[in-house]
C-alpha cells in the first residue's frame, strides 16, 4: 500500500492557518511560502511570544514608578522583534522537524514538507529573520542584549526536546517566556525579582496552553514517537491543567506584590485585578476544553491571546492611577 502522504490544496495554504489570513490572500505570492514558514498565517504564536515581554516592560516601570520617551521604542520593537525571532525560531523547528511534519496530517501542508522551500531556502530566510531580530536587540542596554544572545541556546535546543523528554513544554516556555526577563533589564538595566516570578509564570502558563495545543496531535505523536505532555498525561490531562493554572496565578500574584510594594494602594490594587482576570479566563478554558475535538483545542489555544492581553490592560492602568 502507497503510504505517500497527500500532497497539500494548490494554493499551498497551511491546514491549521487562520481562515483568509492575509499572506494567503494579500502577500506577493513568491513570499507567501516563507511567511508560512514564519507562521504569518498563524499570528498566536507571535502574540504569545510577546505578551511576556510586554509583562515585563510593564512591570519593570512598576517597580520603578518611571517612564521614559525610550520605553515607547522598546514597545513597539518588542512587537517587531516578537514577529521577527518567532519566525526564525519557527524556521528552524520546521527544518529539524521536516521528516515528523511529513508524517502528521496536521503539519504535512507546511512549507518544507509540501516541497514549497528547500532546506537552504529555509536556512536562508531563518538568517534574514534573525539578523533583522539582533539589529533591534542591539539598540538594548548591555544587560538586555546579553540576555536575548543567552536565549538562543534555549531556542536551539527546543526543537530536539520532543525527541529526549516528555516535557518538551518546559523547554518551550523557557524559550517563549524569556522575553519578560530581558525587557525588565531593557528598561531597568537589571534583572528584578518581578521579572523572574513572571517569567516562572509564564512557563507555568506554557504548560498550560501548549498541552492544550498537543493534545491536537497525540495520536499522530504516538505514531512516530514524539513525546509530549499531552501523550504523557493523557486522559488525566484535566488535573495537570488545573495544577498549572494554579502555578501560573501564583506566580502572576506574587510578581504583582512584588513590582508594586513602593506604588499607591490603588495602584496595586488596580495591577493586582491582572491576577483574578487571568485566572477567570483559564477557569473558562477549562469549563469548555475537550480532549479529542481539535476544533475546540485549537480555538481554546488561540484564546491564551486575549489572557495574555488581560495582565498588559491593568498593569498599564496601574502606571496612570
Same mark, same amino acid.
Given at each position: 500500500?502507497?503510504?505517500?502522504?497527500?500532497?497539500?490544496?494548490?494554493?499551498?495554504?497551511?491546514?491549521? /492557518?487562520?481562515?483568509?489570513?492575509?499572506?494567503?490572500?494579500?502577500?506577493?505570492?513568491?513570499?507567501?511560502?516563507?511567511?508560512?514558514?514564519?507562521?504569518?498565517?498563524?499570528?498566536?504564536?507571535?502574540?504569545?511570544?510577546?505578551?511576556?515581554?510586554?509583562?515585563?516592560?510593564?512591570? /519593570?516601570?512598576?517597580?520603578?514608578?518611571?517612564?521614559?520617551?525610550?520605553?515607547?521604542?522598546?514597545?513597539?520593537?518588542?512587537?517587531?522583534?516578537?514577529?521577527?525571532?518567532?519566525?526564525?525560531?519557527?524556521?528552524?523547528?520546521?527544518?529539524?522537524?521536516?521528516?515528523?511534519?511529513?508524517?502528521?496530517?496536521?503539519?504535512?501542508?507546511?512549507?518544507?514538507?509540501?516541497?514549497?522551500?528547500?532546506?537552504?531556502?529555509?536556512?536562508?530566510?531563518?538568517?534574514?529573520?534573525?539578523?533583522?531580530?539582533?539589529?533591534?536587540?542591539?539598540?538594548?542596554?548591555?544587560?538586555?542584549?546579553?540576555?536575548?544572545?543567552?536565549?538562543?541556546?534555549?531556542?536551539?535546543?527546543?526543537?530536539?526536546?520532543?525527541?529526549?523528554?516528555?516535557?518538551?513544554?518546559?523547554?518551550?516556555?523557557?524559550?517563549?517566556?524569556?522575553?519578560?526577563?530581558?525587557?525588565?533589564?531593557?528598561?531597568?538595566?537589571?534583572?528584578?525579582?518581578? /521579572?523572574?516570578?513572571?517569567?516562572?509564570?509564564?512557563?507555568?502558563?506554557?504548560?498550560?496552553?501548549?498541552?492544550?495545543?498537543?493534545?491536537?496531535?497525540?495520536?499522530?505523536?504516538?505514531?512516530?514517537?514524539?513525546?509530549?505532555?499531552?501523550?504523557?498525561?493523557?486522559?488525566?490531562?484535566?488535573?495537570?491543567?488545573?495544577?498549572?493554572?494554579?502555578?501560573?496565578?501564583?506566580?502572576? /500574584?506574587?510578581?504583582?506584590?512584588?513590582?508594586?510594594?513602593?506604588?499607591?494602594?490603588?495602584?496595586?490594587?488596580?495591577?493586582?485585578?491582572?491576577?483574578?482576570?487571568?485566572?477567570?479566563?483559564?477557569?473558562?478554558?477549562?469549563?469548555?476544553?475537550?480532549?479529542?475535538?481539535?476544533?475546540?483545542?485549537?480555538?481554546?489555544?488561540?484564546?491564551?491571546?486575549?489572557?495574555?492581553?488581560?495582565?498588559?490592560?491593568?498593569?498599564?492602568?496601574?502606571?496612570?492611577?
Amino acid at each position: 500500500m502507497d503510504q505517500t502522504p497527500p500532497r497539500p490544496e494548490p494554493t499551498g495554504q497551511v491546514s491549521d /492557518a487562520v481562515t483568509g489570513n492575509w499572506v494567503d490572500t494579500l502577500a506577493p505570492a513568491p513570499l507567501r511560502p516563507y511567511l508560512r514558514l514564519s507562521r504569518a498565517d498563524r499570528p498566536i504564536g507571535t502574540w504569545l511570544l510577546l505578551l511576556p515581554c510586554w509583562w515585563g516592560l510593564l512591570a /519593570a516601570m512598576l517597580a520603578s514608578d518611571q517612564a521614559h520617551w525610550f520605553d515607547l521604542w522598546i514597545f513597539v520593537s518588542t512587537a517587531i522583534g516578537a514577529f521577527l525571532m518567532r519566525g526564525a525560531g519557527c524556521t528552524w523547528n520546521d527544518i529539524t522537524d521536516r521528516n515528523f511534519d511529513g508524517a502528521v496530517e496536521r503539519t504535512r501542508s507546511r512549507p518544507i514538507p509540501s516541497g514549497q522551500v528547500t532546506v537552504k531556502q529555509a536556512l536562508a530566510w531563518m538568517i534574514v529573520q534573525a539578523a533583522l531580530g539582533a539589529v533591534i536587540l542591539f539598540s538594548y542596554n548591555v544587560v538586555a542584549i546579553g540576555l536575548g544572545i543567552l536565549s538562543l541556546g534555549l531556542v536551539a535546543i527546543y526543537p530536539f526536546a520532543k525527541r529526549f523528554t516528555w516535557w518538551p513544554q518546559v523547554f518551550l516556555g523557557l524559550a517563549f517566556n524569556w522575553g519578560a526577563i530581558l525587557v525588565y533589564a531593557a528598561h531597568a538595566g537589571h534583572v528584578g525579582r518581578g /521579572a523572574v516570578l513572571l517569567y516562572l509564570c509564564g512557563i507555568a502558563w506554557t504548560l498550560f496552553y501548549d498541552t492544550i495545543y498537543a493534545h491536537q496531535d497525540k495520536e499522530d505523536d504516538a505514531l512516530i514517537g514524539v513525546k509530549s505532555t499531552a501523550r504523557l498525561f493523557g486522559d488525566a490531562s484535566g488535573k495537570w491543567l488545573y495544577a498549572f493554572g494554579v502555578l501560573t496565578v501564583v506566580f502572576m /500574584a506574587w510578581a504583582v506584590l512584588d513590582v508594586t510594594q513602593d506604588r499607591s494602594t490603588l495602584s496595586r490594587v488596580v495591577a493586582f485585578m491582572a491576577v483574578p482576570s487571568f485566572a477567570g479566563h483559564m477557569m473558562w478554558q477549562m469549563s469548555r476544553i475537550s480532549l479529542n475535538d481539535t476544533a475546540v483545542l485549537l480555538r481554546l489555544f488561540r484564546s491564551n491571546r486575549d489572557a495574555g492581553l488581560l495582565p498588559v490592560l491593568f498593569f498599564a492602568c496601574a502606571l496612570v492611577v
